[in-house]
């Protein structure tokens, strides 16, 4: 049985919702008024009053993410699995994330590395820091993230030492290159989401400079199937970009790599 | 400092190598042998006999799954990332997977849900189960994963209740979908890679019939991109397939989802 | 100096559109309302009576495919392209169209089989044709189209023999495959385009059937690229699917490609 | 039945070649020797010595490109598709091509120019003209190109007129930009096929000073399907990347467009 505040993720092909369980409580979709029963489980199926059936299904970690309150630009999920896997985020990590942004990011992070691990994430603007926390803590999720209304580069530094990993998705990025060489432990993973490419050269060229190897980029395309009896094919509309991925990892001053001759 | 057993990526733009640190150890590469020292850190670089020199880093998660001894084809990264945002693995979380192959999905498994969560790891022929698991183990990894040399279809089922999530790369995946939705908690995840677009369609028409709900199929691709002064493009040669992603939710038996017009 | 009649691209950045240059005449855009001079050359910049601007260009074939007046989905130039190429499309050949559509690709063909070829141009429904045609004499292409208002399976075959090339957009294709192997002549080429895998999948397997070898599919991915100072990259939206682009050609009955093993 | 000279397709799934046929002549394959007969057919199938089978087929307009012998890097067919539609490539066009490179692009060119078109192909290299000429040439085209060993930056540029369009795979294509204005027509079309994004960003804003409009960039991806009864996919490895593709138009000197702000 469903909780009262529990996130349920109402689903059907039309619409989808992200809500807290509420015993009796009446919500209001494009498709008409559903009103919760006192009992509730997932999988079951609830009919609004103008006759569209809504699924009660578990949200998946992609739905926190893509149902956040935006205030910028989201982390996308087809991203954010491949973030996760060439920064090795898993329990017990200690990570810094800059910009906090509308907290998509934020609150897949705080869900792998769990209570033994840790959370820094930056934010210049007031305004963007709290809309990130609300959606953050509203499902859930957090209490393993120390939050920053602080520009790095103005104030010297992150203020946090041995970091295993750091993820940067700021305008201009190579700006923080040095800080974060300094903030992360010998060997650790630095990774950027920018939508530019002349973002990627320079900050590549600056990771280059201070400190990194094994610099590599690339782009993530997720392509969607209809799966429909003799009417199988990918959707005719897809996302064409939301930004390259580059990452290095942390080498000693001095261990430039020879063969990656920007 | 880095302690006998630690994993090492070994790196050079040409060539890499996953290994345990041992303190005087010779290893041998394509390009000379490398001798460990007393003391390493990773960020350092080594240089070989024959003058060529390799980065001492960290693995990330990918790393893990890509240097995993194959006797089968391998989950890659790039599904990875989504199969776990997908499937919502995280900290705490029980999860069936099947087939265990070659144990790079494993590893990445029993590195998420920590040592609260639980994996249930199903295999057929013993040799690949007996690869995998020293695949895991020689990680580091696996202390929660429970191993079975079976096949579900043919014993009734999986044997385990109440899971949150599972995950199925077989050749006749449809087979398993009524297995499944019997150990899936209600509102539980259903995921599975298959090659053949054959593949997708039957199960689909059988997730559809068994009761899941919110079928969605994708393929993931992604490219990498050289970055060099001056001659900054995508590599000449990319994976044009590795597999299609399908993904469902367990909804309750008579629940069919009636737009979905298989 | 342009002739009356003489088609124009009027193109700024937000609108386009294919008109015929009459000297005097007054268009109304969608930013205003721009009055043609007595003398007008291509290069020139026409301003509307809002402060609009607009280049007056010569069209690219692309362009013509683009603004035919559309009843029916159209061929793309992304996919005409490869059409031509793989049925070798040029001076003088004989080709089959079937259906006519708009008749985007029956101006493409008519503009590439010049004088000496020959396009026929097969529709069922009285409409969509009368529609083509009004498209294809509009633009100044068709002097050597002949149209069929005719369903060629109904009526015993195309009718015409010993045909260069065959290009077949219909919803049921691999109907018409025995009667294409008929107007073809021997190692002649024929292509289909069909949205769907499972039309693919019945075509090539009586392409199989009825006599045809060197049977390949293609999917064709056109992605533009922003190139802005500082912010070049990828669009953000993409065509994600059109179609599935089947090629084979012609051999003798009885010679089945043994290694096609549908 | 086929006259002697006439080009040959020999295909099967595994091996392909393109060579004239020739009565009683005994042609060596990598599965063993072929000797043709003395009358033959496009659609017959021939065996080698060692019992494979070959398809006697007609080239396409793509064979004909990939089978010229190549001495440089080729243009390929999933590009000229697109190259010929935007540079409104027709019978009895205009054209200047830079560098002829093996050809490969010249032949079609020539094919769909026509009698009544002409081909202006420039090369700075002598061995690869030759190699050109002789490609083209063995493939029976040609008769409408004049060559020239030239560069026409250092001569004081194309030495031609009132040019329809102007296609340019050089490696340092900005330089070229000046000439192509003075050599084209107005309102003329221009094509640059670049590797590198750097070319195509120096090219670009180069075109925007010199006087060109409707600048537009993009990239064209094929990816082969596998049709096979219970296996149907994408082919694992596809090509990633050749080229960008960077189009434009003449327009008059200081009709810069406002809104391309590089």
Redesign the interface.
């Known amino acids: 049985m469903l909780k009262e505040g529990d996130f349920i993720y109402l ?3 039309k619409a989808t919702y992200m809500i807290p369980f509420q015993k009796n409580y009446c919500f209001s979709t494009h498709k008409g008024n559903i009103r919760f029963p006192e009992e509730l ?5 609830l009919i609004t009053n103008m006759g569209d ?1 809504f ?8 739905d926190y ?1 893509m149902k956040v309150k935006r205030r910028t630009t989201i982390i996308y ?2 991203e ?12 017990g990590k200690r990570v810094i994330e800059i910009g906090t942004g509308s907290g998509s990011l934020s609150l ?1 992070l705080s ?2 590395v ?2 033994s691990g840790k959370i820094y994430s930056f934010e210049r603007r007031e305004e963007h820091l709290e809309n990130a926390k609300k959606n953050v803590k509203k499902f859930g999720f957090g209490n393993n993230i120390e939050y920053f209304l602080k520009d790095p580069l103005a104030e010297g530094g992150f203020g946090v030492e041995e970091i295993d990993s750091i993820f940067i998705d700021v305008p201009a990025p190579w700006t923080l290159v040095e800080c974060a060489w300094q903030a992360l ?5 630095i990774g950027f989401l920018s ?4 973002q ?2 320079k900050t ?2 600056e990771l280059h400079k201070v400190g990194f ?32 991925l ?1 990452f290095a ?4 001053k001095g ?1 430039a ?6």
Request: aromatic share 6%; glycine share 8%; hydrophobic share 35%.
């Open positions: 689903y059907n092909d489980e997932f999988g079951d199926k059936e699924y009660i299904l578990k949200p998946t970690l992609a993410m999920p087809k954010a699995g491949t973030i996760i896997l060439e920064l090795a985020i898993s329990s897949l869900s792998l769990g209570e432990s010998n060997g650790g993973h939508p530019n490419i002349e990627v050269q590549a060229e190897a094994r610099i590599r980029c690339m782009e993530i395309l997720s392509r969607g199937i209809r799966i429909k009896k003799n009417l199988t094919r990918p959707f005719d509309r897809m996302i064409g970009h939301t930004g390259y580059l990892q942390k080498v000693k261990n790599e020879l063969d990656f001759s920007i």
